[in-house]
């Protein structure tokens, strides 16, 4: 064997879930059983619309195409615009991904990043943008503020608004601000926006809506998934959009890498993509369960931060998150802590909205 190989694995901090195994043994303890608020996973069904496109389109026997059927990009595009006010994309605008974790994983290294090149995430951050750098071999900064930056210019920077974990709403002048920073320095922004149709209070963006961009996707990709809006978490079903140049370079790398959604796959996310009814059926079951359990969590004497939107309820008791995760395990109830997502979150837990109506009552009485 070359001892001079390393894995690549080496360059990645542990895998955070891991380390909840022993709170999870203890939630799962409970008499009334574990009530599992710690991974945002859908648990209600996949619409009907859905599962009958999946299966029209299951007796294609050849390779589907990388950059997806015409259809799909169309579909992608209308959605955008229909839910969220973007600017209008062509074809060349939209590549579909299987799943956008894996997506983002890759996308450092794809765009042709790594060392000695600077990749900016948000303080507290979903876990994988951390990962997408250190697979390039690029370095992380954590920054929520361009000041914060100082005269270092980044190759790529993660924006995530609607925010996984907090919650948290980037207001347009804010965005205006990043998009006329990034261009003027060329910088590509990558913006998540997984929860954008789960908002809750006051108005989230696109980064691909034009009082953003002025009409202008040069440097801008979004990211968008159908696991949360749609059920399709096992379906591996999300979507890159935005400039075209840029959409160019990565199909070139997926093309080249085998990374192709399913045939059955794509016609499924036609259908979840040109039907708005089962979007706002999701939507108003998130809503219920979030008014019961940010009622409990209020009365059990949680601060509640941000959580505008999204999926999940940002809290904090004032003690380390690992304690809270403790105490909470003790009553059956797990959540993920929030040094998952960077060191200014030790404070903080985060609890999913993803558990059925009975679970969620069930925290609740926990909770009083």
Request: some cysteine.
């Amino acid at each position: 064997m070359n001892s001079s190989r390393t894995p690549l694995g080496s360059r990645l901090p542990d895998f955070p879930w891991d380390s909840l195994a022993q709170a999870k043994t203890r939630a799962a303890a409970h008499p009334g059983g574990i009530v599992d608020l710690s991974v945002g996973t859908p648990v209600d069904p996949v619409d009907g619309v859905i599962r009958a496109a999946l299966d029209a389109s299951s007796e294609f026997p050849g390779y589907p195409a990388t950059i997806g059927t015409p259809e799909l990009r169309r579909a992608a595009s209308a959605a955008l615009s229909r839910r969220y006010g973007t600017v209008e994309l062509g074809l060349d605008s939209v590549l579909p991904v299987i799943g956008t974790k894996e997506a983002i994983a890759s996308i450092t290294s794809f765009l042709g990043f790594g060392s000695g090149d600077l990749v900016v995430i948000p303080e507290v951050a979903y876990p994988t943008y951390e990962v997408s750098a250190l697979l390039g071999g690029a370095k992380v900064i954590r920054a929520d503020s361009l000041v914060a930056l100082g005269p270092q210019t980044p190759g790529i920077m993660f924006l995530n608004s609607p925010g996984n974990p907090t919650g948290r709403v980037l207001g347009i002048d804010h965005l205006r601000k990043v998009v006329g920073w990034a261009r003027e320095r060329g910088v590509i922004v990558i913006s998540d926006e997984c929860y954008l149709g789960l908002t809750w209070e006051g108005e989230a963006y696109s980064i691909l809506d034009p009082r953003v961009n002025d009409g202008d996707l040069t440097g801008l990709i979004a990211v968008h998934s159908l696991s949360k809006v749609s059920n399709l978490a096992s379906y591996r079903a999300g979507f890159l959009a935005g400039d075209p140049a840029l959409i160019g370079e990565l199909l070139e790398v997926r093309k080249h890498a085998g990374l192709i959604v399913p045939y059955p796959v794509q016609g499924a996310m036609v259908a979840a993509l040109d039907d708005d009814t089962h979007v706002e059926a999701q939507r108003e079951r998130y809503r219920a369960r979030r008014v019961v359990l940010r009622t409990a969590l209020t009365h059990a004497g949680f601060t509640i931060d941000h959580s505008e939107a999204g999926l999940y309820l940002w809290a904090t008791r004032g003690e380390n998150c690992r304690a809270t995760v403790d105490w909470l395990s003790d009553k059956g109830i797990l959540v993920a802590p929030g040094d998952f997502y960077g060191p200014l979150g030790v404070e903080h837990v985060r609890f999913a909205l993803t558990a059925t109506d009975e679970r969620i009552a069930a925290a609740a009485a926990r909770l009083a």
